[in-house]
């Protein structure tokens, strides 16, 4: 009877190994969902520096377009109405090229998973407002 009753006041503290394994397990397949997402989302992240870099062509062949007037796309080229000239991508710049209005953006080659990705913002023609069409590599990848 008294060994009853010693066994009563013992109660169970902490856990048991199979418990802490389902939360070990558990951890692992939330962490392995996790991670992918993670760097999806950080490199889309990071990609909106490039669409950001097409910013100041926009804003120079918009501005082009009100002032100059130029006859069709094709006269929208580098060093022309003051559209700067081409970039070339180099490991640690991103290039930047202008084509008959057609802006083109292409993430450095610095050996990261966006390296060669290249955003386009395409112009609807020579007259105000200008209306762009996004394209690229970056649509087929996700990252714009």
């Known amino acids: 009877m008294k060994n009853l009753q010693q066994m009563k006041k013992s109660t169970q503290k902490g856990?048991?190994?199979?418990?802490?394994?389902?939360?070990?397990?558990i951890i692992g397949i939330l962490a392995a969902v996790a991670l992918p997402?993670?760097?999806t989302y950080s490199d889309r992240a990071r990609f909106a520096e490039a669409t950001l870099a097409a910013t100041p062509l926009k804003s120079t062949?918009?501005?082009?377009?009100?002032?100059?007037?130029?006859a069709?796309?094709?006269?929208?080229a580098p060093e022309t109405?003051?559209?700067?000239?081409?970039?070339?991508?180099?490991?640690t710049d991103h290039g930047t090229a202008v084509a008959a209005g057609v802006i083109t953006v292409t993430w450095a080659s610095d050996g990261s998973a966006l390296a060669?990705?290249?955003?386009?913002?395409?112009p609807d023609g020579v007259t105000a407002p200008i209306t762009w069409t996004?394209?690229?590599?970056c649509l087929t990848n996700g990252y714009c």
């Not at 109405?81 to 490991?91: H, K, L, S, Y």
């Open 15 to 25: 856990f048991t190994l199979i418990e802490l394994m389902i939360v070990v397990a």
């Open 37 to 39: 997402a993670y760097q």
């Open 61 to 70: 062949i918009s501005v082009a377009v009100q002032t100059k007037n130029p």
């Open 72 to 76: 069709n796309l094709a006269a929208l």
């Open 81 to 91: 109405f003051g559209i700067p000239a081409d970039v070339a991508a180099t490991a």
């Open 116 to 122: 060669g990705i290249t955003y386009t913002l395409t």
């Open 134 to 137: 996004q394209g690229g590599t």
